[in-house]
Nanobody, 125 residues
């Protein structure tokens, strides 16, 4: 499985961005695709996840109500719509994929076998 993240950039506080994750290779309904982020000097942090079968995982508290994850299985795409962006959202955002994950593990970076290259999101005035 190969993942390609895109859509990052520089945005002012309160603005919006949509990140895209293109998946190729052997994916299927057992896969979960997640977004993580990592700011300089900090650990990689869970943001959101979606099962390709349609199941959902609760968002990270820090993004709840502002970010929305969605999928388009026909296009092998997963999106992260980010609204009301804050300076503390600044980070490199990674998409990742893992198979047959139980809910309790979906927030753990170590549960995911496949990672994209990351896309930089900078929120600044």
């Amino acid at each position: 499985v190969q993942l390609q993240a895109s859509g990052g950039g520089l945005v002012q506080p309160g603005g919006s961005l949509r990140l895209s994750c293109a998946a190729s290779g052997r994916t299927g309904s057992r896969f979960t695709v997640a977004w993580f982020r990592q700011a300089p000097g900090k650990e990689r942090e869970f943001v959101a996840a979606v099962d390709l079968s349609g199941g959902t995982t609760p968002y990270a508290d820090s993004v709840k109500g502002r970010f929305t994850i969605s999928r388009d299985n026909a296009k092998n795409m997963v999106y992260l719509q980010m609204n009301s962006l804050r300076p503390e959202d600044t980070a490199v955002y990674y998409c990742s994929a893992g198979s047959s994950l139980i809910l309790s593990r979906k927030r753990l970076p170590t549960a995911y076998d496949y990672w994209g290259q990351g896309t930089q999101v900078t929120v600044s005035s």
